[in-house]
């Protein structure tokens, strides 16, 4: 399943918000668990990616409430609500609906 | 807490076959999903194939053919071996843990790069 991400990158004051959207070509909801299989990490350079997001909008443990997930069936988007210095890094979407899992391309997220 | 270290060496030539350890510390391999993943700036994130750790397996069908996943419970070592590379495999490659619920990845090892090159 092809994930589509947007924008490439973005530039976001510190403070404000930044929206991360991303596509699957096909729906990767399954109605008989009512679930998208949809996860979002965080990866810094020289750094391996970090899960924020599974299962679409569920935050994992230790992520602060500043990254939420939403969206359901071909359209996600990650928000961070108040973007912090930290959060500086690419983010990429990822599907497992489906074997082979696979990620979107990635979104650079930085300081205007 | 459970951590997860790539080994191998980090320069292969082509044709050759890239041999990679995955060693976890800190916890078991057991109840979990063990993914191979790598990373380079053409192909960005690809998932290898994975391995449950009773042994089951499957893999991208793009590799398929080139690469076998392996476990070894006692050991607490996930292996990766594909085979008759070039150097369209240069990349960084991680290992990383899954639930047994859903392939996504909740724990990463620091990533090895491997170069292929003559």
């Known amino acids: 399943i092809v994930m589509t991400q947007s924008p490439d990158s973005l530039a976001v004051s510190l403070g404000e918000r930044a929206t991360i959207n991303c596509r699957s070509r096909?729906?990767?909801?399954?109605?008989?668990?009512?679930?998208?299989?949809l996860a979002w990490y965080q990866q810094k350079p020289g750094q391996p990616p970090k899960l924020l997001i599974y299962?679409?909008?569920t935050r994992q443990s230790g992520v602060p409430d500043r990254f939420s997930g939403s969206g359901s069936g071909t359209d996600f988007t990650l928000t961070i609500s108040s973007l912090q210095a930290e959060d500086v890094a690419v983010y990429y979407c990822?599907?497992?609906?489906?074997?082979?899992?696979?990620f979107g391309q990635g979104t650079k997220v930085e300081i205007k | 807490q459970v951590q997860l270290q790539e080994s191998g060496p980090g320069l292969v030539k082509p044709s050759e076959t890239l041999s990679l350890t995955c060693t976890v510390s800190?916890?078991?391999?057991?109840?979990?999903?063990w993914t191979w993943i790598r990373q380079s700036p053409g192909k960005g994130l690809e998932c290898i194939g994975y391995?449950?750790?009773?042994?089951?397996?499957d893999y991208n069908p793009s590799l398929k053919s080139r690469v076998t996943i392996s476990v070894n419970n006692s050991k607490k070592q996930i292996s990766l071996k594909l085979t008759s590379v070039t150097a369209a495999d240069t990349a960084v490659y991680y290992c990383?843990?899954?639930?047994?619920?859903?392939?996504?990845?909740?724990?990463w090892g620091q990533g090895a790069h491997v170069s292929i090159s003559s």
């Open positions: 990822q599907q497992y609906y489906s074997d082979p899992p696979t």
């Open positions: 096909q729906t990767i909801f399954y109605s008989s668990d009512n679930k998208n299989y």
């Open positions: 299962w679409a909008s």
């Open positions: 800190g916890g078991s391999t057991s109840y979990y999903y």
């Open positions: 391995i449950y750790y009773t042994g089951a397996t």
């Open positions: 990383a843990r899954g639930p047994f619920d859903g392939r996504y990845f909740d724990l």
